[in-house]
C-alpha cells in the first residue's frame, strides 16, 4: 500500500486480556519502529527493527510487552495481561534505510484498557 | 476521532497570520530534528527537517530555525490556514529513535 497500515484502529480490552497490534510497513521498507503515545504527549519510542532482526526494544515498558517481525515485514506488538496504564495510542512508523531518516507513521492503535 | 493532547498548550491564530511555535530539547547528542503534524486520529506527519550543521531551512510556508547554543527549536508557518489547525510536535534523534518534545495545538482562528 502507498502508507503504514495499523490495524485494529481501535481495541477495547478487559484488564488482564492479551492483545496484538498489527503493522503493514511500507513495501521494500527495511526499517520499522513503535512507538506509544499517552494522551497529551509526544510519542515514547518502544522498539526497532531492521528487517528481521529486533536492534533496540530498550523501550517496552515491561516484559508483558513482545515484538516481532519474523519475516522482515508486517510486525506485531503483543501485550499480555493488559494493565489500565496501558491505555494508550501504539504508532508504527517505517523508513526505507537505517537509522531516522524519511520516517513514516501509521494512524495508530488506540488500545484503551477497562 | 480520539483527540490527541487534551492539556497541551495552545497557541491560537488567526487566519492569514504567522505561527511560531517553540520547542526546547534536552538532548545534546540529537543532530537531527523534525517538526511533525498530528491531526486528531491520525499519526505524526512529517512537515520539515533540519540537521544540527544548520540553523536554518525553508520550505513551502515552513520555516524551522535552530538554535544549538540555547537547545531551541521553532516553526514558523506564514500565512497561517484553517488546515493547519492541529498538534504539532518537534522531535530530534542521533540515532534511529526520536524523543519528541511536548506538543502545542494551533488552533487557527476564522
Known amino acids: 500500500g502507498a502508507g503504514v497500515s495499523q490495524s485494529p484502529r481501535y481495541k477495547v480490552a478487559k484488564r488482564g486480556q492479551d492483545v496484538a497490534l498489527r503493522c503493514d510497513p511500507i513495501?521494500?521498507?527495511?526499517?520499522l519502529f513503535w512507538y506509544q503515545q499517552a494522551l497529551g504527549q509526544g510519542p515514547e519510542f518502544l522498539t526497532y527493527?531492521?528487517?528481521?532482526?529486533?536492534?533496540?526494544k530498550s523501550g517496552l515498558p515491561s516484559d508483558r510487552f513482545f515484538a516481532e517481525r519474523p519475516e522482515g515485514s508486517v510486525s506485531t506488538l503483543k501485550i499480555q495481561r493488559t494493565q489500565q496504564e496501558d491505555s494508550a495510542v501504539y504508532l508504527c512508523?517505517?523508513?526505507?534505510?537505517?537509522?531516522?531518516?524519511?520516517?513514516?507513521f501509521g494512524s495508530g492503535t488506540r488500545l484503551t484498557v477497562v | 476521532g480520539e483527540s490527541v493532547g487534551l492539556h497541551l498548550p495552545t497557541l491560537s491564530v488567526q487566519e492569514g497570520d504567522n505561527s511560531i511555535i517553540n520547542c526546547a530539547y534536552s538532548?545534546?547528542?540529537?543532530?537531527?530534528f523534525i517538526w511533525y503534524k498530528q491531526e486528531s486520529g491520525k499519526g505524526p506527519q512529517f512537515i520539515i527537517d533540519?540537521?544540527?550543521?544548520?540553523d536554518k531551512r525553508q520550505g513551502q510556508r515552513v520555516t524551522v530555525l535552530l538554535n544549538k547554543t540555547v537547545k531551541h527549536l521553532s516553526l514558523q508557518i506564514a500565512a497561517t490556514q484553517p488546515g493547519d489547525s492541529a498538534v504539532y510536535f518537534c522531535?530530534?534523534?542521533?540515532?534511529?529513535?526520536?524523543?519528541f518534545g511536548t506538543g502545542t495545538r494551533l488552533k487557527v482562528l476564522a
Open positions: 512508523a517505517s523508513s526505507p534505510r537505517q537509522g531516522a531518516y524519511g520516517y513514516t
Open positions: 513495501s521494500g521498507h527495511v526499517s
Open positions: 527493527f531492521q528487517n528481521e532482526a529486533q536492534l533496540d
Open positions: 538532548n545534546s547528542a540529537s543532530d537531527y
Open positions: 533540519i540537521r544540527s550543521n544548520m
Open positions: 522531535a530530534g534523534t542521533g540515532t534511529y529513535k526520536y524523543i
